[in-house]
């Protein structure tokens, strides 16, 4: 039995998945031509509060077009320093958009508005880089699958507004801190001026993700996305998978983090920073647990000399949790 908690991407498409992608209808969606992808833009920008949306292959697309809404070349967005876009997106806003970070230090990748405030610099004048913008995960990955809470949200966006500033969320999993706070989508996503949120990590859809803007920032990002050679064409096939997560896979969400802070009380892990379906460990040796949990069947990250990652998702049920506690106990605590 192989038990791959690398990540929730790692999830195959379902039997009714593929039926619905057998089932799409289609057309060229460069021409807008698309009823499926039409369907699932709109379709997500109003699930989130949001005018219009524009299906992209990545959640790493959704992002790098979201930021380029915001900054031009030699300006900069801020960020903390565990934010995916700044660790895992290979340098997208340097490497196509000219655009630099800076970042706050952020405990378990949690907000803190005062670090922000300290950061920003609107309007810097001819000597420093203007920050044009700032930029929130929720969940946060490495954080540990963070949930952000709300009253810090609402500052930081408070804040951008007071400074005129931009704000982005890259939401790849913001269904899970839907499901985990009871908190709702538009609430997650309001106040907001660009959202990237991912079909292909929880929701277990094998390609997309979706940005929701304004028609206006919409229609531009969709130029960059044809301009970076990510226009697609009967892409309905993608989108029918995405649509089917939608409609089926948000609420189960809620049995995944159940799985992850039952794997966290059993290995060990506090389960008060448990809050979805992310969890992180501190061992003496990452790669070592990992190499040696692998050869037993159970894959996991080492994203640190110490630190390993655990991802619940739709492909692995309680039998799959138990042995994966069986291989990983004696690992992290020997
Ligand atoms: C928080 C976050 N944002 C963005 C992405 C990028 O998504 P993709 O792998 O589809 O480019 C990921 C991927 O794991 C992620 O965890």
Known sequence: MIVDLRSDTVTRPSQG????????????????????VNAIEAEVAELLGHEAGLFVPSGSLGNQLGLRMHAKPGEEIVCDSLAHIARAELGHAAAFSGITFRTWQATRGLIDVEAVRGLIAPDAGPYLVSTKAIS????????????????????????ARSCGLGLHLDGARLWNAHVASGASLPALA?????????????????????????????AEARVWRKRYGAGMRQAGILAAAGRYALAHNIERLADDHARAARLASELGANPDN?????????????????????????????????????????????????????????????
């Open 17 to 36: 998945m593929r039926a619905a992608m057998a089932d799409a209808e289609v057309g060229d969606d460069v021409y807008g031509e698309d009823p499926t």
């Open 274 to 334: 448990v809050e979805t379906n992310i969890v992180v460990l501190d061992v003496a040796d990452a790669a070592a647990v990992a190499g040696e949990a692998r050869e037993a069947g159970v894959f996991v990250s080492a994203l640190g000399p110490r630190f390993l990652r655990l991802v619940t998702h739709l492909d692995v049920d309680d039998d799959g949790i138990k042995r994966a506690i069986e291989v990983l106990r004696p690992l992290v605590q020997g």
């Open 136 to 159: 929130l995960e929720n969940t946060h990955n490495f954080g540990g699958g963070t949930v952000q809470p709300t009253a810090q949200v609402a500052a930081v966006i408070e804040l």
């Open 190 to 218: 309001s106040g907001f001026d660009t959202v990237s949120v991912c079909l292909s990590k929880g929701l277990g859809a094998p390609v997309g993700s979706v940005l929701v803007s304004t028609p206006s920032r919409i």
